[in-house]
């Protein structure tokens, strides 16, 4: 392989071209990137020098990539990757005196519940650290790790890509939310006659309960979908309302003393809730510091036994 090809390479003129791979819109890769859209033209008019091909075709609102460029891409994705691990390489990292911006995926269930102990941690850490938080589910953290917008995420997870690294950080158990106080817990009976409130980010008026319920022959009535958690408090307070989520969401919404969680009246499977990045962060410093506090305070560890 002739190296000295490399001496008429510009990696920005790489960063720029994976990202119109990644978004197919100028407009959308200087947002990204944070550069002016005359920028972007102008790279883009570099690269087709280079690569003597046009690369992207314009359809529409969209730039939609030649055959070369396809090609192109599968041999600089990874070398992208690669470069980033070793650049990364090249510098330590301080919380103490870091000035960085890191960017977070998280469902709205993390967030609410686990969210606020590790930030109240990281502000005595890491005061200058910018957070920059974005809801996922996990149908999003694919796209949204590929496409930079985030490095890490925490979620439930499914089908990720095969550059994705995965660390389980606890097991979920479901738990059941309610306004009314009782000395007694909840039965089956009950629990399927009551009135449900489902939080669902696709609409839905079914979601995981419905299908443990119908898998023991029962079923329930839900009589409103909402898409997050966090409005749950004011929904539920005064209602003969149920709501069921995640043990640590709902023990943070009990916290106040208006809501009262217990567990589900029936067998639940146990849910995981998992920590996934990609492997080109893999040994980033930076990056390998902040999972290690997304672990330490999201994970099942006892926060009394956590490293000063």
């Not at 200058?128 to 930079?148: C, E, H, M, T």
Request: aromatic share 8%; glycine share 4%; charged share 20%.
């Amino acid at each position: 392989m002739n190296r000295n090809e490399l001496r008429k390479a510009d990696i920005n003129l790489m960063v720029v071209f994976e990202a119109l791979m990644l978004e197919r819109n100028v407009t959308k890769v200087a947002k990204k990137l944070f550069l002016g859209q005359p920028t972007i033209s102008s790279a883009l008019n570099r690269l087709r020098t280079m690569f003597n091909d046009p690369l992207f075709i314009r359809v529409g609102h969209r730039m939609e990539p030649t055959a070369r460029a396809e090609e192109i891409f599968r041999h600089l994705s990874p070398a992208l990757d690669s470069l980033s691990v070793a650049l990364s390489l090249t510098h330590d990292f301080d919380p103490s005196s870091s000035t960085m911006t890191f960017r977070i995926g998280m469902s709205d269930d993390v967030e609410y519940g686990l969210l606020p102990p590790l930030l109240r941690a990281l502000r005595q850490e890491a005061p200058k650290v910018v957070f920059v938080v974005q809801n996922v589910d996990y149908w999003r953290i694919p796209d949204l790790l590929a496409s930079g917008d985030i490095t890490v995420g925490v979620s439930q997870t499914r089908g990720l890509p095969a550059n994705a690294k995965r660390k389980l950080l606890r097991h979920i158990q479901p738990s059941v939310l309610r306004a009314d106080a009782s000395d007694t817990p909840l039965t089956v009976d009950e629990y399927c006659s009551r009135p449900h409130v489902l939080v669902s980010h696709i609409a839905n008026v079914s979601g995981f309960a419905d299908e443990w319920l119908s898998a023991i022959g029962r079923s329930r009535q839900v009589v409103l979908s909402v898409p997050q958690y966090s409005s749950l408090p004011a929904l539920l307070a005064g209602t003969d309302l149920l709501a069921s989520l995640p043990d640590y969401t709902a023990e943070a919404m009990a916290a106040s003393g208006q809501l009262f969680k217990e567990p589900f009246p029936f067998k639940t499977p146990t849910l995981e809730l998992s920590m996934v990045w990609l492997s080109h962060v893999d040994s980033d410093p930076a990056e390998r510091w902040l999972r290690s506090r997304l672990e330490a305070f999201m994970g099942e560890r006892n926060l009394l036994s956590l490293p000063q």
